[in-house]
């Protein structure tokens, strides 16, 4: 289980996965008073750049920016040394070790995560490009490869999570998409195949968990969070 400190406001990312920033910033004002970090993802920052960026700093919330940087190296140096000057509190890049090193350049305060396998994957996607391992045993060897070349953490699902902690310790940040509320598993219509609950990733190593849809497609936002924080509260 992880040791760190982590205010339960800030457990849960909220996933600002939405197209217009206004509806992001609706959302955000929905939620602000449970929780106080949401990321911001591609689909959005194409629809506004730093606009909604800018705009949740300014309201005194952290923000993940998950673009995922993968590009040569020199590029992604560049685009880390932009968002830093931004205020973000962390950004995901892919676990290339020279996009890592060309990231840790310019990084100056800001947070990097390392994108180990996406949750959207499984084991037959692996089997389909000619590789033999499981996705656990990839994680682990890239989580492990990120926290030697200076990353600060990694994204990584939750069931891989009990083993980077056991693994590697207390030294790596974990952060955990493919958050689903009740059974860890998928009914078929989710594009994510590797889920579990909140306060399961959080109990398994996890420090903070994305949760986008089934927050913000539902009804009552603000109960959703309740519960998944109570969730959490009961793990810790």
Same mark, same amino acid.
């Given at each position: 289980?992880?040791?760190?400190? !982590?205010?339960?406001?800030?457990? @849960? $990312?909220? +996933?600002?996965?939405?197209?217009?920033? %206004? =509806?992001?910033?609706?959302? *955000?004002?929905?939620?602000?008073?449970?929780?106080?970090?949401?990321?911001?993802?591609?689909?959005?920052?194409?629809?506004?750049?730093?606009?909604?960026?800018?705009?949740?700093?300014?309201?005194?919330?952290?923000?993940?920016?998950?673009?995922?940087?993968?590009?040569?190296?020199?590029?992604?140096?560049?685009?880390?040394?932009?968002?830093?000057?931004?205020?973000?509190?962390?950004?995901? !890049?892919?676990?290339?070790?020279? @996009? $890592?090193? +060309?990231?840790?350049?310019?990084?100056? %305060? =800001?947070?990097?995560?390392? *994108?180990?396998?996406?949750?959207?994957?499984?084991?037959?996607?692996?089997?389909?490009?000619?590789?033999?391992?499981?996705?656990?045993?990839?994680?682990?060897?890239?989580?492990?490869?990120?926290?030697?070349?200076?990353?600060?953490?990694?994204?990584?699902?939750?069931?891989?999570?009990?083993?980077?902690?056991?693994?590697?310790?207390?030294?790596?940040?974990?952060?955990?998409?493919?958050?689903?509320?009740?059974?860890?598993?998928?009914?078929? +219509?989710?594009?994510?195949?590797?889920?579990?609950?909140?306060?399961?990733?959080?109990?398994?190593?996890?420090?903070?968990?994305?949760?986008?849809?089934?927050?913000?497609?539902?009804?009552?936002?603000?109960?959703?969070?309740?519960?998944?924080?109570?969730?959490?509260?009961?793990?810790?």
């Amino acid at each position: 289980m992880t040791c760190k400190n !982590i205010d339960i406001k800030e457990r @849960i $990312i909220v +996933a600002l996965d939405v197209e217009h920033p %206004d =509806l992001a910033k609706d959302m *955000v004002k929905r939620c602000e008073s449970h929780t106080r970090y949401f990321k911001v993802g591609l689909q959005l920052f194409m629809a506004s750049y730093f606009e909604v960026v800018d705009w949740i700093i300014d309201r005194g919330h952290k923000v993940m920016l998950d673009l995922k940087f993968f590009d040569i190296p020199e590029t992604v140096k560049l685009a880390v040394e932009q968002v830093n000057s931004r205020g973000v509190s962390l950004a995901t !890049i892919h676990g290339n070790d020279a @996009i $890592i090193r +060309a990231a840790m350049e310019s990084r100056g %305060d =800001l947070q990097l995560l390392a *994108v180990t396998v996406l949750t959207s994957f499984g084991e037959e996607d692996l089997r389909a490009m000619g590789m033999t391992q499981s996705v656990e045993d990839l994680v682990l060897f890239r989580a492990r490869r990120a926290l030697e070349l200076g990353c600060d953490g990694v994204v990584s699902s939750g069931l891989e999570a009990e083993r980077l902690r056991r693994d590697l310790g207390d030294k790596l940040l974990i952060v955990t998409p493919g958050i689903r509320p009740g059974l860890n598993i998928s009914d078929g +219509a989710d594009d994510q195949k590797r889920v579990i609950t909140a306060g399961r990733a959080i109990a398994t190593g996890a420090d903070h968990v994305v949760v986008g849809r089934p927050i913000t497609k539902a009804d009552d936002p603000i109960r959703v969070l309740e519960e998944m924080q109570q969730e959490i509260v009961d793990t810790i």
